[in-house]
């Protein structure tokens, strides 16, 4: 049996492992989330863009598939905030969130109403800037 140091506990060792191994698996998932809601967005304002382009071609069916698609985003969006599930998220910060989709829902209901493509500009930057954000607050450092 081979003598160990009375300062060495392999368990606290394990045990430190494991709970470092705990908190980047969940910051990871954090990062994956605001990933993966970021490029939602961004493929939405793509659609929403190519939908802009090809607007004489692209008829009443293609427009109400890319609001479609950016609005069930956007109830997500709102749905989180609503029920605001995080606690270290400021209650501004969803209040800005439902702002954002209540105007997004109505802008789509107006572009539905009475199509133009210069309205979809505004829903396109909300979504380019909102997914820049979520990409900028992954790469921040930690404080």
Do not use: C
Not at 55 to 70: C, V, Y
Not at 94 to 103: D, I, M, P
């Amino acid at each position: 049996m081979t003598k160990r140091p009375h300062h060495t506990n392999p368990y606290a060792s394990s045990t430190y492992k494991s709970a470092a191994h705990n908190y980047a698996a969940q910051g990871t998932r954090q990062d994956d989330t605001r990933s993966t809601e970021a490029k939602a967005l961004l493929k939405a304002a793509k659609m929403l863009q190519d939908l802009q382009n090809g607007w004489e071609s692209g008829g009443l069916k293609k427009i109400e598939e890319a609001l479609k698609h950016n609005r069930q985003i956007w109830v997500l969006f709102y749905d989180n905030a609503v029920s605001n599930s995080d606690p270290a998220r400021p209650a501004s910060l969803s209040t800005n969130v439902v702002n954002l989709a209540n105007f997004v829902f109505k802008r789509s209901m107006e572009i539905l109403a009475a199509p133009e493509p210069e309205k979809l500009n505004i829903l396109i930057s909300i979504n380019r800037e909102v997914a820049n954000g979520l990409m900028a607050r992954k790469t921040e450092p930690s404080k």
